[in-house]
């Protein structure tokens, strides 16, 4: 397929998210317009908002960045959230697009859809196999649920709606609560935070063993960028990076990047979740995409936005 973005008209959904804001920079650099929305133009859980604003802006072409997301604490706290927001605002901007005659349709999932105890690394055939992981099912059933409405309406429609499925991602306008947010910025967070304060340790959740894929928010957009203008089939397609990283091992690097020398505490009453997460990527890669982002170096990036950025982040987290 060859879908050039040149001339055409892109809404993305949750432009001020990390993922949402890196995938506009990045199409900066392609010659198409880029439209977005905030919350007091279109509330992206309300079908009648959504419908509205489609019908009016016709855009060429949607991506649906937009999500509600969290850390592991907040996917298990927050289970009737997690399943309701994300179906809903899923379900509007699928349904909104195919009202609107849109045709090209962009929907963004997460690793967390595959079984648990799914073969590593996880190919895009082990969807439905076996049990979800328990602390964020909730969120996994809605984007499985976004992943069958592109397949549905592809189906009945013709629609070429498509599905990307990244790994944990992190990247500048990410979230720092700490009770809400991924382990990246958490951690990144409270070292900081422990190096301003000289404490002698640093807080780590779970037990350091469980194995995460980490990829940077510019590479998936990169990846998006070159999928959108390429990719058109029904089954979805993995975006990971290739290789996985223990969470001690995340911790001592974050360590490293922040310049903090004390001692890691693990908090074993803090859940571990699933015990690994990689996703097999060689689909995408046979397509002739790869990540550029080392870990490390991304690492490094981010907290020199995070010193920029969010200058009060290390009083309120003491
Ligand atoms: O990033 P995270 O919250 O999400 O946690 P998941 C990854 C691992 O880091 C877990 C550990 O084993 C955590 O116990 N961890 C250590 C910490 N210290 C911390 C900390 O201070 N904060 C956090 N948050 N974790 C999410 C799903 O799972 O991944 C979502 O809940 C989504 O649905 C997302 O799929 C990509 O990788 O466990």
């Known amino acids: 397929m060859d879908y050039p973005l040149a001339g055409k008209r892109v809404f993305v959904s949750g432009h001020r998210g990390m993922v949402g804001s890196a995938i506009v920079r990045r199409l900066e650099r392609e010659d198409c317009e880029i439209l977005t929305a905030g919350r007091s133009e279109v509330d992206l859980i309300r079908q009648s908002e959504v419908e509205a604003y489609l019908a009016r802006t016709r855009p060429d072409c949607v991506i649906i960045a937009a999500a509600?997301?969290?850390?592991?604490?907040?996917?298990?706290?927050?289970?009737?959230?997690?399943?309701?927001?994300?179906?809903?605002i899923e379900a509007n901007l699928v349904h909104g697009a195919h009202l609107a005659d849109v045709n090209r349709l962009m929907f963004l999932g997460s690793s967390c859809i595959y079984p648990k105890f799914a073969e590593q690394p996880?190919?895009?055939?082990?969807?439905?196999?076996?049990?979800?992981?328990?602390?964020?099912?909730?969120?996994?059933?809605?984007k499985i649920a976004g992943i069958k409405l592109c397949q549905a309406y592809r189906k009945q429609f013709g629609r070429s709606y498509i599905s990307a499925m990244p790994t944990n991602l992190y990247g500048p306008n990410d979230n720092f609560d700490?009770?809400?947010s991924h382990v990246i910025p958490a951690l990144m967070r409270k070292v900081h935070a422990a190096k301003v304060s000289g404490a002698p340790s640093v807080e780590v959740w779970g037990t350091g063993t469980p194995l995460r894929e980490f990829m940077h928010?510019?590479?998936?957009?990169?990846?998006?960028?070159?999928?959108?203008?390429?990719?058109?089939?029904?089954?979805?397609?993995?975006?990971?990076?290739?290789?996985?990283?223990?969470?001690?091992?995340?911790?001592?690097?974050?360590?490293?990047?922040?310049?903090?020398?004390?001692?890691?505490?693990?908090?074993?009453?803090?859940?571990?979740g699933t015990p690994r997460k990689i996703m097999d990527s060689g689909k995408l890669h046979a397509l002739g995409w790869t990540p550029r982002i080392d870990l490390k170096a991304g690492l490094a990036q981010v907290y020199e936005w995070y010193l920029a950025n969010q200058p009060d982040a290390d009083v309120a987290a003491q």
């Open 122 to 142: 996880i190919v895009e055939e082990s969807l439905l196999t076996g049990p979800l992981e328990p602390t964020n099912e909730w969120y996994a059933i809605a």
């Open 178 to 180: 700490l009770t809400s």
């Open 68 to 88: 509600k997301v969290g850390g592991i604490m907040a996917n298990s706290s927050y289970p009737a959230d997690f399943l309701y927001q994300n179906m809903m």
């Open 217 to 272: 928010v510019d590479d998936l957009a990169d990846a998006l960028a070159f999928l959108l203008a390429r990719y058109d089939e029904a089954e979805h397609i993995n975006v990971g990076y290739g290789s996985d990283t223990p969470i001690r091992e995340l911790a001592e690097t974050i360590m490293d990047v922040v310049g903090y020398e004390g001692e890691i505490a693990f908090d074993t009453s803090k859940p571990d």
